[in-house]
């Protein structure tokens, strides 16, 4: 969400801009039904920011830029970097806090807000705005927080199995499709705020989940991780899956499947070489877990196709 969407506002056709091949973005129209249902999108989609790619234009509502930051009027947004490197949120609300891939982001409207990624990295995140009176209700019985912008969320299949709902009811205009896309949005805030309980330092926790999602081409020993923390690895497993929903194993390999993804679509390196990268056994190995995960061949993520 680099920048997002037109305002629900729209009084005539949907509006899309697409500059950049590598994104999907869509802003649908929000009808007076739509808002009595209490929860409707004004945008959502997918974005890939970083050297070599055209920088995307957007209505001015929602145009930004980092050194003047930004201040949603009406909506809510909610973003997440997918690969990459993320760095930094400042808030008004909470000031700095440090980001990092899988992390949840919450944009409130009328608070000035701002975030940076790694300008020397290709950068992905999902993003979606919102609005509608059920998002103020949230707001006010405290469920969303200003003072809480990032949730530490990880990279799941719970977590990026809504955002693909929201890209696949995109395209498709037809009768119900705000109420798809709002129902995928709650999921989303479901998923992301309502973290498992665990008796286990969530700073220690939150430490290792960051290392395990940064240096995909480094190895990492689990059970050295989980020694220099203080348990042992069956105890820092059981741990980690309670708060994160996923086991540490699991939760390096998405991160390095996601990235692989990001590499196909952006760069000419060979599904060899981005194999050999990101420390996978062998080149099969990688396409067999690459297939399971995404249902298609590295090959066919040489190009990201924008919605029409």
Not at 139 to 156: I, N
Not at 222 to 227: P, Q, S, T
Request: proline share 7%.
């Amino acid at each position: 969400m680099t920048e997002m969407g037109e305002s629900a506002g729209l009084s005539g056709a949907e509006l899309q801009l697409t500059a950049n091949p590598f994104d999907q973005y869509r802003y649908p129209l929000v009808a007076n039904r739509d808002r009595e249902w209490g929860l409707f999108v004004t945008g959502a989609g997918r974005q890939t920011v970083g050297p070599g790619l055209t920088r995307d234009t957007h209505p001015a509502p929602y145009e930004y830029t980092w050194a003047t930051g930004r201040t949603l009027s009406n909506e809510f947004g909610l973003l997440c970097v997918t690969a990459g490197r993320a760095e930094v949120l400042e808030s008004e609300a909470a000031g700095a806090l440090p980001l990092a891939v899988g992390n949840v982001v919450l944009l409130f409207p009328g608070v000035w807000h701002r975030y940076r990624f790694d300008p020397t990295a290709h950068t992905t995140h999902l993003w979606v705005t919102f609005g509608g009176d059920h998002s103020q209700q949230l707001l006010r019985r405290g469920l969303l927080s200003p003072r809480r912008p990032v949730l530490p969320t990880v990279l799941s299949n719970e977590l990026l199995e809504p955002f693909a709902r929201l890209l696949k009811h995109l395209r498709d205009p037809s009768p119900g499709q705000q109420q798809r896309l709002a129902a995928a949005v709650l999921e989303l805030l479901g998923v992301a705020t309502v973290a498992p309980p665990t008796s286990a330092p969530p700073d220690l926790l939150e430490h290792a989940r960051r290392l395990l999602g940064e240096r995909l081409s480094d190895v990492i020993d689990l059970e050295d991780l989980a020694d220099k923390l203080g348990m042992s690895y069956d105890r820092f497993r059981r741990r980690f899956k309670e708060r994160f929903g996923i086991a540490p194993y699991q939760h390096r390999l998405l991160c390095k499947l996601t990235q692989a993804q990001e590499l196909l679509a952006t760069t000419d390196l060979s599904v060899a070489r981005i194999a050999e990268m990101l420390r996978f056994d062998d080149p099969f190995h990688f396409s067999r877990l690459f297939k399971r995960k995404f249902g298609v061949a590295p090959s066919a993520c040489r190009r990201i196709t924008p919605i029409e």
